[in-house]
T-cell receptor, first 115, second 114 residues
Protein backbone atom coordinates (compact mmCIF):
# COMPACT_ATOMS: atom_id res chain seq x y z
CA UNK A 1 0.00 0.00 0.00
CA UNK A 2 1.10 3.55 -0.68
CA UNK A 3 2.44 5.38 2.35
CA UNK A 4 0.87 8.35 4.13
CA UNK A 5 2.58 10.93 6.32
CA UNK A 6 0.78 12.79 9.08
CA UNK A 7 1.96 15.09 11.88
CA UNK A 8 2.32 13.28 15.18
CA UNK A 9 0.06 15.69 17.03
CA UNK A 10 -2.05 18.82 16.68
CA UNK A 11 -3.96 21.01 19.08
CA UNK A 12 -7.11 23.00 18.71
CA UNK A 13 -9.51 25.02 20.78
CA UNK A 14 -13.11 24.01 21.17
CA UNK A 15 -15.49 25.41 18.54
CA UNK A 16 -12.64 26.37 16.21
CA UNK A 17 -11.98 24.69 12.85
CA UNK A 18 -9.28 22.04 12.63
CA UNK A 19 -7.33 21.15 9.50
CA UNK A 20 -5.57 17.79 9.71
CA UNK A 21 -3.09 17.30 6.86
CA UNK A 22 -1.97 14.09 5.19
CA UNK A 23 0.72 13.67 2.56
CA UNK A 24 0.53 10.75 0.16
CA UNK A 25 2.95 11.59 -2.62
CA UNK A 26 3.08 8.00 -3.94
CA UNK A 27 -0.69 7.67 -4.29
CA UNK A 28 -1.83 5.83 -7.39
CA UNK A 29 -4.71 6.88 -9.60
CA UNK A 30 -7.00 4.21 -8.18
CA UNK A 31 -6.36 4.79 -4.48
CA UNK A 32 -9.19 6.10 -2.35
CA UNK A 33 -8.28 8.32 0.59
CA UNK A 34 -9.94 7.16 3.80
CA UNK A 35 -9.97 8.79 7.21
CA UNK A 36 -10.71 6.96 10.42
CA UNK A 37 -10.40 8.14 13.98
CA UNK A 38 -9.94 6.37 17.28
CA UNK A 39 -11.35 7.93 20.40
CA UNK A 40 -9.67 6.99 23.69
CA UNK A 41 -10.35 3.37 24.68
CA UNK A 42 -12.51 2.74 21.62
CA UNK A 43 -12.22 1.02 18.26
CA UNK A 44 -11.50 2.97 15.09
CA UNK A 45 -14.42 4.86 13.59
CA UNK A 46 -14.94 5.76 9.94
CA UNK A 47 -14.93 9.49 9.25
CA UNK A 48 -14.92 10.09 5.50
CA UNK A 49 -13.39 8.99 2.22
CA UNK A 50 -12.88 10.36 -1.27
CA UNK A 51 -11.11 9.85 -4.58
CA UNK A 52 -10.64 13.15 -6.39
CA UNK A 53 -13.36 15.61 -5.47
CA UNK A 54 -13.82 17.25 -2.12
CA UNK A 55 -16.33 15.45 0.07
CA UNK A 56 -18.60 16.54 2.89
CA UNK A 57 -20.56 14.54 5.41
CA UNK A 58 -22.09 15.16 8.80
CA UNK A 59 -18.81 14.58 10.58
CA UNK A 60 -16.24 16.39 8.46
CA UNK A 61 -15.04 17.59 5.08
CA UNK A 62 -12.23 16.15 3.00
CA UNK A 63 -10.26 18.46 0.78
CA UNK A 64 -8.13 16.67 -1.82
CA UNK A 65 -5.32 18.47 -3.63
CA UNK A 66 -5.59 18.66 -7.39
CA UNK A 67 -2.55 16.41 -7.85
CA UNK A 68 -3.91 14.10 -5.11
CA UNK A 69 -0.55 14.02 -3.35
CA UNK A 70 -2.06 15.46 -0.22
CA UNK A 71 -5.39 15.83 1.51
CA UNK A 72 -6.82 17.64 4.50
CA UNK A 73 -9.50 16.51 6.90
CA UNK A 74 -11.50 19.49 8.12
CA UNK A 75 -13.48 19.50 11.32
CA UNK A 76 -15.53 22.67 11.06
CA UNK A 77 -16.09 23.21 14.78
CA UNK A 78 -14.03 21.04 17.06
CA UNK A 79 -15.66 19.70 20.17
CA UNK A 80 -14.08 17.96 23.14
CA UNK A 81 -15.48 14.73 21.75
CA UNK A 82 -13.33 15.13 18.64
CA UNK A 83 -10.17 14.52 20.66
CA UNK A 84 -8.84 11.34 19.09
CA UNK A 85 -6.15 9.82 16.90
CA UNK A 86 -6.92 10.52 13.25
CA UNK A 87 -5.68 8.10 10.61
CA UNK A 88 -5.29 8.83 6.90
CA UNK A 89 -5.33 5.54 4.95
CA UNK A 90 -5.10 4.78 1.24
CA UNK A 91 -7.16 1.99 -0.24
CA UNK A 92 -6.93 0.73 -3.82
CA UNK A 93 -10.25 1.05 -5.61
CA UNK A 94 -9.70 -2.32 -7.27
CA UNK A 95 -9.18 -4.13 -3.96
CA UNK A 96 -12.63 -5.59 -3.94
CA UNK A 97 -14.08 -8.19 -1.68
CA UNK A 98 -12.52 -8.68 1.70
CA UNK A 99 -9.33 -6.87 0.73
CA UNK A 100 -11.20 -3.61 0.83
CA UNK A 101 -11.53 -3.96 4.58
CA UNK A 102 -7.86 -4.66 5.12
CA UNK A 103 -6.73 -1.29 6.37
CA UNK A 104 -3.10 -0.40 7.01
CA UNK A 105 -3.02 2.00 9.93
CA UNK A 106 -0.10 4.32 10.57
CA UNK A 107 0.60 6.20 13.78
CA UNK A 108 -1.95 8.89 12.92
CA UNK A 109 -2.30 12.39 14.32
CA UNK A 110 -3.22 12.82 17.97
CA UNK A 111 -5.69 15.71 18.12
CA UNK A 112 -6.02 17.51 21.45
CA UNK A 113 -8.99 19.85 21.85
CA UNK A 114 -8.78 22.49 24.57
CA UNK A 115 -11.94 23.83 26.24
CA UNK B 1 -27.80 2.71 15.24
CA UNK B 2 -26.55 -0.85 14.65
CA UNK B 3 -23.17 -1.65 16.11
CA UNK B 4 -20.56 -4.36 16.38
CA UNK B 5 -20.47 -5.80 19.88
CA UNK B 6 -17.58 -7.65 21.47
CA UNK B 7 -17.24 -9.78 24.58
CA UNK B 8 -15.55 -9.91 26.97
CA UNK B 9 -14.43 -6.32 27.33
CA UNK B 10 -11.41 -7.51 29.31
CA UNK B 11 -9.96 -10.96 29.82
CA UNK B 12 -7.01 -11.94 31.95
CA UNK B 13 -5.45 -15.33 31.30
CA UNK B 14 -2.37 -17.34 32.10
CA UNK B 15 0.24 -17.99 29.46
CA UNK B 16 -0.52 -21.19 27.59
CA UNK B 17 -4.27 -21.03 28.12
CA UNK B 18 -6.83 -20.95 25.33
CA UNK B 19 -8.85 -17.78 24.84
CA UNK B 20 -11.95 -17.16 22.75
CA UNK B 21 -12.96 -13.61 21.92
CA UNK B 22 -16.48 -13.13 20.67
CA UNK B 23 -17.99 -10.63 18.28
CA UNK B 24 -21.49 -10.02 17.00
CA UNK B 25 -21.18 -8.15 13.71
CA UNK B 26 -23.94 -5.95 12.32
CA UNK B 27 -26.67 -8.31 11.19
CA UNK B 28 -26.69 -7.81 7.40
CA UNK B 29 -22.93 -7.51 7.04
CA UNK B 30 -21.06 -10.04 4.94
CA UNK B 31 -17.36 -9.34 5.55
CA UNK B 32 -15.70 -9.80 8.91
CA UNK B 33 -12.31 -8.88 10.27
CA UNK B 34 -10.11 -9.04 13.33
CA UNK B 35 -7.52 -6.41 14.13
CA UNK B 36 -5.32 -5.99 17.17
CA UNK B 37 -3.53 -3.11 18.85
CA UNK B 38 -0.70 -3.69 21.27
CA UNK B 39 -0.56 -0.92 23.85
CA UNK B 40 1.00 2.20 22.36
CA UNK B 41 1.35 0.68 18.91
CA UNK B 42 -0.50 0.74 15.60
CA UNK B 43 -3.74 -1.02 14.83
CA UNK B 44 -2.78 -4.16 12.87
CA UNK B 45 -4.82 -6.34 10.53
CA UNK B 46 -5.06 -10.00 11.55
CA UNK B 47 -7.57 -11.75 9.35
CA UNK B 48 -10.53 -11.30 7.02
CA UNK B 49 -13.43 -13.73 6.67
CA UNK B 50 -16.13 -14.09 4.05
CA UNK B 51 -18.53 -16.83 3.04
CA UNK B 52 -17.44 -18.99 5.97
CA UNK B 53 -13.78 -19.03 5.15
CA UNK B 54 -10.65 -16.99 5.69
CA UNK B 55 -9.99 -14.66 2.78
CA UNK B 56 -6.72 -13.18 3.88
CA UNK B 57 -4.49 -13.28 6.93
CA UNK B 58 -1.42 -11.45 8.10
CA UNK B 59 1.89 -12.88 9.27
CA UNK B 60 0.72 -12.38 12.84
CA UNK B 61 -2.16 -14.83 12.31
CA UNK B 62 -0.21 -18.04 12.76
CA UNK B 63 -1.37 -21.55 13.64
CA UNK B 64 -2.19 -20.48 17.18
CA UNK B 65 -5.05 -18.33 15.87
CA UNK B 66 -8.34 -19.44 14.36
CA UNK B 67 -11.63 -17.83 13.48
CA UNK B 68 -15.09 -19.14 12.91
CA UNK B 69 -18.67 -18.06 12.52
CA UNK B 70 -20.37 -20.89 14.34
CA UNK B 71 -24.01 -19.88 14.21
CA UNK B 72 -24.53 -17.15 11.63
CA UNK B 73 -24.42 -14.34 14.14
CA UNK B 74 -21.25 -14.71 16.22
CA UNK B 75 -17.74 -14.34 14.87
CA UNK B 76 -15.03 -15.68 17.14
CA UNK B 77 -11.26 -15.42 17.42
CA UNK B 78 -9.54 -18.26 19.24
CA UNK B 79 -5.99 -18.22 20.49
CA UNK B 80 -5.01 -21.78 21.34
CA UNK B 81 -2.04 -21.27 23.61
CA UNK B 82 -1.59 -17.66 24.61
CA UNK B 83 1.80 -16.00 24.85
CA UNK B 84 2.77 -12.86 26.73
CA UNK B 85 3.06 -11.00 23.43
CA UNK B 86 -0.59 -11.73 22.63
CA UNK B 87 -1.56 -9.11 25.22
CA UNK B 88 -3.39 -6.45 23.22
CA UNK B 89 -6.74 -4.92 22.34
CA UNK B 90 -8.51 -7.06 19.78
CA UNK B 91 -11.01 -5.32 17.52
CA UNK B 92 -13.66 -7.03 15.47
CA UNK B 93 -14.96 -5.23 12.38
CA UNK B 94 -17.56 -5.85 9.73
CA UNK B 95 -18.95 -4.31 6.58
CA UNK B 96 -21.67 -4.96 4.05
CA UNK B 97 -20.72 -3.40 0.76
CA UNK B 98 -18.17 -5.53 -1.12
CA UNK B 99 -16.55 -2.71 -3.03
CA UNK B 100 -16.86 0.44 -1.00
CA UNK B 101 -18.19 1.48 2.29
CA UNK B 102 -17.00 1.97 5.75
CA UNK B 103 -15.68 -0.60 8.12
CA UNK B 104 -17.55 -0.75 11.43
CA UNK B 105 -15.40 -1.60 14.44
CA UNK B 106 -16.39 -2.87 17.85
CA UNK B 107 -15.09 -1.33 21.04
CA UNK B 108 -12.56 -4.09 21.49
CA UNK B 109 -11.63 -6.85 23.89
CA UNK B 110 -8.58 -6.27 26.02
CA UNK B 111 -6.55 -9.44 26.50
CA UNK B 112 -3.96 -9.58 29.26
CA UNK B 113 -1.69 -12.61 29.32
CA UNK B 114 0.22 -13.17 32.57
Amino acid sequence: DAKTTQPNSMESNEEEPVHLPCNHSTISGTDYIHWYRQLPSQGPEYVIHGLTSNVNNRMASLAIAEDRKSSTLILHRATLRDAAVYYCILRPANAGGTSYGKLTFGQGTILTVHP
Amino acid sequence: EPEVTQTPSHQVTQMGQEVILRCVPISNHLYFYWYRQILGQKVEFLVSFYNNEISEKSEIFDDQFSVERPDGSNFTLKIRSTKLEDSAMYFCASRYDPNTGELFFGEGSRLTVL
